[in-house]
């Protein structure tokens, strides 16, 4: 009932989830000529009242989703507002096996903190994307592979009517703090731009998504949701390697409408979160932009609808690790070679080219258990598939040490990878590769020659 009341306060207006149309090519948003100002900083623009229940209404349809589907969401609290209100974070996997905590995830943040119509219309979209797992099989392998983290409140006391204002005041006395404006990258006080605040990070709102970005480190792609956004470029002193802004343009073409709208191509006077997203961890950064109602009332297909497209192509898209392993190999007693090959099967890479400049963590790494290493050797990174490729002479003469990490791959890339070990005959080892972006893969392998095999088996 919880939900339907929700649905039934869209239906009489007091919500709404269109979006404006548009003929923009996919990944731009239409600007219209003359080009408008700046909009007001979201947290501090006027707007109308919004209705009472919407902010209970979103919390109360998301603990029903956790209700209904144990098996694919869990609600999670990143913490309490200033005024003590509760900011939810709901979790969509397939929760049913140990997995569900390493597999990469894709964030849908609410980032103007003042729209509920976006704010509902992303529960909305959470809902959508439980009961839909059950007769889409695409969205239900987006499930089994990532985790789809969606976050409608990022500011409630900005929506309550008894909660709080839009401007919210920090200690000592600074003007109205607005989440698009207060995160450390490209930050400006208050003084040179409204909403920044006299230091970042200075209302809880902005200090708990920043320490989610901080302490979720699967985050690979985190996707703003809000009615303010520009075309443009990013703030002076942004950085961008050629390689992400190639990223950032695939992404683009993956979705029309809504327009996926890339970072790189998005108009920011520096502070926003998909500002800090991207340049103080690396993790790509993409904007939906919504707008509440068409301009002439006609009807139009759902936000919604369009938007769960995006999310199942994203999902199709998010790096994924596989790994396979050739037969053993005896070298003596007690000593073999194991050749395995360990390949990026999706678009994006493990880890972006920014994370990697600074040295962000995320490298894939390797691990091995019931054997002991004795010596091990990689060959650099191939784009294409197939045996032939794997060869000894592609191996490094010199060995590495797993422990050091093994790189990053982007998409489709492979490399061969090969382990001298010791260990008893008949004995099954675990090869494990793990990336925090990239997600988990694991052989295991029975020490045993293919001639021993076929022996045993006869037997």
Same mark, same amino acid.
């Given at each position: 009932?919880?939900?339907?009341?929700?649905?039934?306060?869209?239906?009489?207006? =007091?919500? &709404?989830?269109? /979006?404006?149309?548009?003929? *923009? #090519? !996919? @990944? $731009?948003?239409?600007?219209?000529?003359? %080009?408008?100002?700046?909009?007001?900083?979201?947290?501090?623009?006027?707007?109308?009242?919004?209705?009472?229940?919407?902010?209970?209404?979103?919390?109360?349809?998301?603990?029903?989703?956790?209700?209904?589907?144990?098996?694919?969401?869990?609600?999670?609290?990143?913490?309490?507002?200033?005024?003590?209100?509760?900011?939810?974070?709901?979790?969509?996997?397939?929760?049913?096996?140990?997995?569900?905590?390493?597999?990469?995830?894709?964030?849908?943040?609410?980032?103007?903190?003042?729209?509920?119509?976006?704010?509902?219309?992303?529960?909305?979209?959470?809902?959508?994307?439980?009961?839909?797992?059950?007769?889409?099989?695409?969205?239900?392998?987006?499930?089994?592979?990532?985790?789809?983290?969606?976050?409608?409140?990022?500011?409630?006391?900005?929506?309550?009517?008894? =909660?709080? &204002?839009?401007? /919210?005041?920090?200690?000592? *006395? #600074? !003007? @109205? $703090?607005?989440?698009?404006?207060?995160? %450390?990258?490209?930050?400006?006080?208050?003084?040179?731009?409204?909403?920044?605040?006299?230091?970042?990070?200075?209302?809880?709102?902005?200090?708990?998504?920043?320490?989610?970005?901080?302490?979720?480190?699967?985050?690979?792609?985190?996707?703003?949701?809000?009615?303010?956004?520009?075309?443009?470029?990013?703030?002076?002193?942004?950085?961008?390697?050629?390689?992400?802004?190639?990223?950032?343009?695939?992404?683009?073409?993956?979705?029309?409408?809504?327009?996926?709208?890339?970072?790189?191509?998005?108009?920011?006077?520096?502070?926003?979160?998909?500002?800090?997203?991207?340049?103080?961890?690396?993790?790509?950064?993409?904007?939906?932009?919504?707008?509440?109602?068409?301009?002439?009332?006609?009807?139009?297909?759902?936000?919604?609808?369009?938007?769960?497209?995006?999310?199942?192509?994203?999902?199709?898209?998010?790096?994924?690790?596989?790994?396979?392993?050739?037969?053993?190999?005896?070298?003596? %007693?007690?000593?073999?070679?194991?050749?395995?090959?360990?390949?990026?099967?999706?678009?994006?890479?493990?880890?972006?080219?920014?994370?990697?400049?600074?040295?962000?963590?995320?490298?894939?790494?390797?691990?091995?258990?019931?054997?002991?290493?004795?010596?091990?050797?990689?060959?650099?990174?191939?784009?294409?598939?197939?045996?032939?490729?794997?060869?000894?002479?592609?191996?490094?003469?010199?060995?590495?040490?797993?422990?050091?990490?093994?790189?990053?791959?982007?998409?489709?890339?492979?490399?061969?990878?090969?382990?001298?070990?010791?260990?008893?005959?008949?004995?099954?080892?675990?090869?494990?590769?793990?990336?925090?972006?990239?997600?988990?893969?694991?052989?295991?392998?029975?020490?045993?020659?293919?001639?021993?095999?076929?022996?045993?088996?006869?037997?």
């Amino acid at each position: 009932m919880i939900f339907e009341s929700f649905l039934a306060l869209t239906a009489l207006g =007091g919500v &709404s989830i269109q /979006e404006e149309d548009s003929e *923009g #090519s !996919a @990944g $731009v948003v239409q600007e219209e000529s003359p %080009p408008a100002p700046d909009p007001p900083a979201p947290g501090n623009e006027s707007h109308e009242p919004r209705p009472a229940s919407s902010v209970g209404l979103a919390v109360d349809a998301l603990r029903a989703i956790e209700a209904d589907h144990p098996d694919l969401a869990r609600l999670e609290r990143l913490g309490l507002t200033r005024a003590g209100q509760e900011i939810p974070l709901l979790v969509l996997t397939d929760l049913t096996t140990p997995s569900s905590m390493t597999r990469p995830a894709i964030l849908f943040v609410e980032e103007s903190g003042l729209s509920p119509e976006a704010a509902m219309a992303l529960v909305m979209l959470a809902r959508r994307v439980v009961e839909g797992a059950a007769a889409d099989e695409r969205l239900l392998r987006v499930l089994r592979n990532c985790a789809i983290l969606i976050a409608p409140l990022t500011d409630p006391d900005a929506l309550s009517p008894d =909660g709080g &204002s839009a401007t /919210e005041v920090a200690p000592g *006395g #600074s !003007a @109205g $703090v607005s989440f698009a404006r207060n995160f %450390p990258v490209g930050w400006k006080p208050e003084t040179l731009i409204e909403g920044g605040g006299i230091v970042p990070l200075s209302a809880p709102k902005t200090l708990l998504f920043a320490q989610l970005l901080q302490e979720e480190k699967r985050l690979a792609v985190v996707c703003g949701v809000s009615p303010a956004y520009r075309p443009g470029t990013p703030y002076p002193g942004s950085e961008l390697p050629a390689v992400d802004r190639e990223t950032y343009s695939e992404l683009s073409r993956i979705a029309r409408r809504p327009a996926l709208v890339p970072w790189s191509l998005l108009h920011s006077p520096g502070g926003s979160f998909l500002d800090y997203a991207y340049q103080a961890h690396g993790i790509y950064a993409l904007a939906l932009p919504f707008a509440s109602a068409p301009p002439d009332g006609s009807p139009q297909e759902s936000w919604v609808d369009r938007t769960l497209e995006t999310l199942i192509a994203l999902g199709e898209r998010i790096p994924r690790l596989a790994l396979h392993a050739f037969a053993p190999r005896r070298l003596g %007693p007690g000593l073999w070679q194991l050749d395995l090959v360990l390949r990026n099967e999706s678009v994006l890479p493990t880890l972006s080219s920014l994370a990697g400049t600074h040295r962000i963590p995320g490298q894939i790494e390797l691990t091995l258990e019931g054997a002991t290493l004795v010596a091990s050797a990689i060959s650099d990174p191939v784009p294409s598939s197939g045996e032939a490729v794997f060869d000894g002479t592609s191996l490094h003469a010199m060995s590495y040490d797993p422990g050091a990490g093994l790189g990053t791959l982007v998409g489709g890339e492979g490399v061969h990878i090969r382990l001298i070990v010791s260990g008893e005959s008949e004995h099954t080892l675990a090869v494990q590769v793990m990336a925090a972006r990239g997600g988990v893969a694991e052989v295991k392998i029975l020490l045993l020659e293919e001639g021993e095999r076929a022996a045993a088996g006869e037997e």
